[in-house]
């Protein structure tokens, strides 16, 4: 059974910092892409971040870009979200997924994942 596990959310001030953290277990983690999403109230989810199976590559949506940085730990089965300079606009719940990298990845595209967590909540104050 695939779980995927989510922490480091909480309420934080603009211009503050947090890092979520997401936890994979039941699957090969070497073999899949992970990424992170997130849905602010009234929104569709949208795509934040990504990072190939061998955590070669990172992809970043256009609004976090050189604020966010997506990385992972194999030997903890773990990928990370380093969030910095956060504004109120980043307030959502943030979601992980794991694509499988053996099957045409497709970054940024919610549909090509196939496991998601529960989700955890930033919030950030101005």
């Known amino acids: 059974q695939v779980q995927l596990v989510e922490s480091g959310g909480g309420l934080v001030q603009a211009g503050g910092s947090l890092r979520l953290s997401c936890a994979a277990s039941?699957?090969?983690?070497?073999?899949?892409?992970m990424g992170w999403f997130r849905q602010a109230p009234g929104k569709e989810r949208e795509f934040v971040s990504a990072?190939?199976?061998?955590?070669?590559?990172?992809y970043y949506g256009d609004s976090v870009k050189g604020r966010f940085t997506i990385s992972r730990d194999s030997a903890k089965n773990t990928v990370y979200l380093q969030m910095n300079s956060l504004e109120p606009e980043d307030t959502a719940v943030y979601y992980c997924?794991?694509?499988?990298?053996?099957?045409?990845?497709?970054?940024?595209?919610?549909?090509?994942?196939?496991?998601w967590g529960q989700g955890t909540q930033v919030t950030v104050s101005s």
């Open positions: 997924a794991a694509q499988n990298a053996r099957f045409g990845v497709v970054y940024y595209s919610q549909d090509r994942y196939a496991y």
């Open positions: 039941g699957l090969t983690f070497s073999s899949y892409v």
């Open positions: 990072i190939s199976w061998n955590g070669f590559s990172t």
